[in-house]
């Protein structure tokens, strides 16, 4: 029996060594179709020619389970000759089309910056964290409202947040990031150290109805459940929280907000460091509607959709890994009007000025459908 399985295995190692000649042969196949192509000025990809082939070699199978295997077999021979033909253009100095202004540093002397909520908000917090306390700053009812001030030029960056550490993301600004063309130049990372504001004249045991972003409120979830008598009620934000409880003057109201916001408002801290995680962190974007990125930028977001079929998302992840680019985050939003399909978010480490990114860019265009390039930074 031993013998029969030895023998087995020298046969699959000599299968193996002629899978591996016939790889080698067919890149340098691919690689002179990669020449023939720049040479007359053809695309890469064809779309059409590669479905064609895999129907025709999974038409071979006599099984589903041969049938399922060659057509992922040769899906992904298929997507390697194409990562074998980008490289070939960027050696042969083929520029994708990548837009984007490469400078030496942000244009921050002067710049006027915009948040949403009001004075006080972490985003104000954001805002004097990265350009400065003197900085030219003005805030905005709704996140929105940000985005169309910077598309307008009536601003030069918009600060937004675009994850909390303990409570994901903030999905609007997704969303917008996908819709409006504005582009992502920075990121910074504020510590978010949340208390529970009142009156002056006002006690914990006196609360009912607590004010603040829905965020805030998934961050301080816990909080609220031991305080059961405590009524969670969103609004816009959370210094626009300690405003209201200030303006309305009930001692049955209190606000979820910064230390800050109560030394601006005329609050009491009635409690401190409410939030799910002493580790709280919200980590928020530099927006502009200029294209461009830091020569020094490390990290790059894209978004994008993907066909409606078995697979697709596999094989696009692989244009980080063959040009060896860590792919740092995922998300999904769904697309309106579209059920159950979605536009994908991805961070990756690189720049846009090195060659694997190139590469790797070439081939999700090619792989996916509305790809952004929504900011290096």
């Known amino acids: 029996m031993e013998e029969d399985l030895n023998s087995l295995r020298e046969e699959i190692d000599a299968v193996d060594s002629q899978i591996v000649s016939l790889y080698k042969q067919r890149m340098q196949l691919s690689g002179q179709i990669a020449d023939t192509k720049i ?5 890469v990809y064809d779309r059409g020619r590669e479905r064609e082939k895999i129907e025709r070699i ?14 992922e077999l040769f899906s992904q021979l298929m997507s390697m000759s194409r990562m074998l033909q980008y490289q070939k253009l960027t050696e042969k100095g083929v520029r994708g089309s990548l837009p984007f202004i490469r400078l030496d540093h ?5 710049a006027r910056v915009v948040y949403q909520g009001v004075e006080g908000a972490y985003s104000e917090k954001a805002v004097i964290q990265y350009f400065g306390q003197d900085v030219d ?15 307008d030029g009536a601003a030069d960056y918009a600060v937004l947040p675009i994850e909390n550490s ?3 993301i903030v999905a609007q600004n997704y969303d917008m990031l996908a819709e409006f ?3 992502i130049v920075a990121d910074v990372i504020v510590k978010i150290e949340h208390c529970l504001l009142g009156l002056p004249e006002a006690k914990i045991s006196d609360i009912r109805y607590v004010y603040s972003h829905a965020q805030a409120l998934a961050q301080c979830r816990s909080y609220l459940e031991a ?38 408002y005329g609050l009491k801290v009635l409690d401190r460091n409410i939030s799910l995680s002493e580790e709280n962190f919200t980590r928020f974007i530099v927006v502009t509607n200029q294209r461009v990125f830091q020569k020094d930028a490390k990290k790059i977001s894209i978004s994008f959709q993907l066909p409606h079929e078995e697979g697709s998302l596999y094989r696009l992840m692989s244009h980080f890994i063959f040009n060896g680019l860590n792919m740092t985050k995922i998300e999904s939003r769904p697309i309106l009007g579209r059920p159950w399909e979605y536009q994908f978010f991805v961070d990756f ?16 265009r090619d792989d996916s459908r509305n790809l952004r390039i929504l900011g290096n930074y």
Not at 39 to 43: D, Q, R, V
Not at 137 to 151: G, P, S
């Open 39 to 43: 040479a007359s000025g053809k695309g």
């Open 58 to 71: 999974c038409s071979m199978a006599d099984d589903n389970f041969t049938r399922t295997g060659l057509r």
């Open 106 to 110: 942000l244009e921050t002397d002067g």
């Open 137 to 151: 700053r003005v805030h905005v009812e709704t996140f929105r409202d940000a985005m169309n001030v910077i598309a």
């Open 166 to 168: 303990s409570a994901g």
């Open 181 to 183: 063309e504005n582009y």
């Open 227 to 264: 305080h059961y008598s405590m009524e969670p009620c969103e609004v816009e934000n959370t210094a626009v929280a300690a405003k209201k409880v200030k303006e309305d003057g009930k001692a049955n109201q209190a606000a979820i907000a910064s230390e800050v916001s109560a030394g601006i």
């Open 349 to 364: 480490e690189g720049n846009l000025g090195e060659s694997a990114v190139k590469n790797a860019i070439r081939g999700i």
